[in-house]
């Protein structure tokens, strides 16, 4: 059961477009949300998080926004750059728990110059 | 990144034998967690654990798994009679409590091939 849902494998964008990249998830109990880049052959950069009582959280050229009615949330980069390309986990966290992450599948994100 | 170490980082064992994979945190940090990514998938959680407990083990395998954070030492993650669906990236994440949000740091995986 993928509580975390990335149903983009792959997206690729022009160098200054917006990249906007989705995730969906079916866990009402998720508590804060959050949006992780990651190299090959390297570990999990954390990129901008948002707790579930805010809709919008922004850093820089990173914007999250989250729907909980929908139980939908987005990152979008803008403008995008050819130094973006990776790939991108949305992640969540349950309240209550151990605080340990659901990952979704990723989303290989490439920007062409 | 930075602090999170994570050795070996490329690891090679035939099947039956035992891999074992080691994390040191950072420095301050005495939450540690294990993850494993399979190749096309998200990564996975498998346990969390503090100096000498283990918190939360319910991502494990129950079989030739297991995991352990000593009072003196690196985190040590261990699997035993390692078959070839073992091959995976397994990343360490350290916290300095309960890990939320932007406080959770990963190292830089160990890839493990099983062949």
């Known amino acids: 059961d993928q509580q975390v849902k990335q149903n983009s494998p792959s997206l690729s964008v022009q160098e200054g477009r917006i990249s906007i990249l989705n995730c969906d998830y079916t866990?009402?109990?998720?508590?804060?949300f959050l949006w992780y880049k990651k190299y090959p052959a390297e570990g999990p950069t954390f990129l901008i998080s948002?707790?579930?009582?805010?809709d919008k959280n922004e850093d820089g050229r990173f914007t999250v926004f989250l729907n909980k009615s929908a139980k939908h949330l987005s990152l979008h980069i803008v403008p995008s750059q050819p130094g973006d390309s990776a790939v991108y986990f949305c992640?969540?966290?349950?309240?209550?728990?151990?605080?340990?992450?659901?990952f979704g599948s990723g989303t290989q994100l490439t920007v062409l110059p | 990144n930075a602090g999170v170490m994570q050795n070996p980082r490329h690891l090679v064992r035939r099947r039956g034998q035992e891999a074992r994979l080691r994390c040191s945190p950072m420095?301050?940090?005495?939450?540690v967690y294990w993850y494993r990514q399979l190749p096309e998938e998200g990564l996975k959680f498998m346990v969390y654990?503090?100096?000498?407990?283990?918190?939360?083990e319910s991502g494990m395998p129950k079989e030739r798994f297991s995991a352990e954070f000593p009072k003196e030492g690196p985190s040590i993650l261990r699997i035993q009679q390692v078959v070839r669906g073992d091959s995976a990236a397994y990343f360490c994440?350290?916290?300095?409590?309960?890990?939320?949000?932007?406080?959770?740091?990963f190292g830089e995986g160990s890839w493990l091939t099983v062949v």
């Open positions: 994440a350290s916290s300095p409590t309960r890990g939320g949000g932007n406080t959770i740091y």
């Open positions: 420095k301050g940090h005495s939450h």
């Open positions: 654990l503090q100096k000498e407990n283990i918190i939360d």
């Open positions: 992640a969540a966290i349950p309240s209550g728990s151990a605080r340990q992450l659901t």
């Open positions: 948002i707790s579930s009582i805010k």
């Open positions: 866990n009402s109990m998720f508590d804060y």
